[in-house]
C-alpha cells in the first residue's frame, strides 16, 4: 500500500452511488511538498550553472541523461509578504530543482524553473500571525543563495568611476593616511538594493579588491595608483555576494 499525504480537494463521486472498479472516486491534492514556479534571466542562470555544486554533477561519473534537465541543487528561500502589513513575511527553505519545460519564455527571454519546498507547513514568521502553509496561488519573492566559483562582491554604486574603474585605499600607519590602488575594467554584474543604497555585483575573478576594503566613493582626476592620500571619510567596500532573487508562483 501506498502511503500519501494529502488533502481530498474533489469529490468525483456522489454519496451511496454505485461506482465501478477503477472509478477515480476522489482528488487529492500532495501536501508533502510545493513546487514554487520561477523565472530566471540567462545572466541570473549564469551563477547557478557557474557553481561548485553544478561542476559537482557535471563531473560525476553516474551522471544520467535526465541530470542534463537538471539544476544545481542550490538553496532557495520563499518569502511571502502579508498586503497591507508592512514587515509581516514568511519564510520557507527550498532548494532549485529543475527546469519547468524545455527552452526560453518566448514573451520575456527568461528560463522558467522549478523550486521545491519540502516543508511548506514551516514558515519561519517574523510576525505573530499568518499564513501557516505556502499554498497554491500565493506570489512569493525567491531568494536563491548560490555559491559560484566566481568570487563576487558588493561595492557601493558611487565607487563605479569612468571607465569601470574602481580606486581603493590602503591605510597606512599613520590614522587618515594612505596610498592609491586601482582595479581597472571590473566586470559590471547587476544591480543590488535600491534608493540611496544601491551597490553593484561585480566579478572580483582578478582578486584585487577584498571584502572590507576601503573604496572611494569621490570622483578626481590625476590620480595614479601608489599616490599618497590622505581621507576623512571612507566606506567599506566589498562584500560577498553569493544571492539572486526573483518573483514567484506556488504550485502543487
Not at 461506482?19 to 514556479?37: C, F, M, N, W, Y
Not at 555559491?147 to 585605499?169: K, M, T, Y
Not at 578626481?220 to 567599506?236: I, K
Request: a negative charge.
Amino acid at each position: 500500500m501506498c502511503v500519501y499525504v494529502g488533502v481530498i480537494i474533489k469529490d468525483l463521486v456522489e454519496e451511496d452511488s454505485f461506482a465501478q472498479k477503477g472509478t477515480p472516486l476522489v482528488a487529492i491534492e500532495d501536501t508533502s511538498h510545493v513546487e514554487v514556479r520561477c523565472n530566471l534571466r540567462m545572466d541570473d542562470l549564469y551563477w547557478i550553472w557557474n557553481q561548485r555544486a553544478g561542476k559537482a554533477v557535471a563531473n560525476s561519473e553516474s551522471r544520467e541523461k535526465s541530470d542534463d534537465y537538471r539544476l544545481p541543487k542550490t538553496p532557495v528561500d520563499v518569502i511571502y509578504e502579508l498586503v497591507g502589513r508592512t514587515g509581516a513575511t514568511y519564510k520557507w527553505t527550498g532548494h532549485l530543482e529543475r527546469y519547468d519545460g524545455l527552452g526560453l519564455d518566448q514573451e520575456t527571454r527568461t528560463v522558467p524553473v522549478r523550486v521545491v519546498v519540502d516543508e511548506p507547513h514551516r514558515p519561519g514568521a517574523t510576525a505573530d500571525s499568518g499564513p501557516s502553509t505556502l499554498v497554491r496561488g500565493m506570489y512569493v519573492t525567491v531568494l536563491i543563495k548560490s555559491s559560484p566559483i566566481s568570487p563576487l562582491v558588493r561595492v557601493p554604486e558611487r565607487a563605479i568611476q569612468p571607465g569601470n574603474r574602481v580606486w581603493f585605499v590602503t591605510p597606512g600607519d599613520a590614522a587618515g593616511e594612505g596610498s592609491l590602488g586601482l582595479v581597472e575594467q571590473v566586470e559590471l554584474v547587476r544591480t543590488w538594493g535600491e534608493g540611496t543604497g544601491i551597490e553593484w555585483i561585480i566579478d572580483n575573478s582578478s582578486g584585487n579588491l577584498q571584502p572590507g576594503q576601503l573604496v572611494v566613493v569621490r570622483p578626481f582626476t590625476g590620480a595614479q595608483s601608489g599616490d599618497a592620500v590622505r581621507y576623512d571619510r571612507l566606506l567599506p567596500a566589498a562584500k560577498p555576494s553569493r544571492t539572486a532573487s526573483g518573483p514567484g508562483e506556488a504550485n502543487k
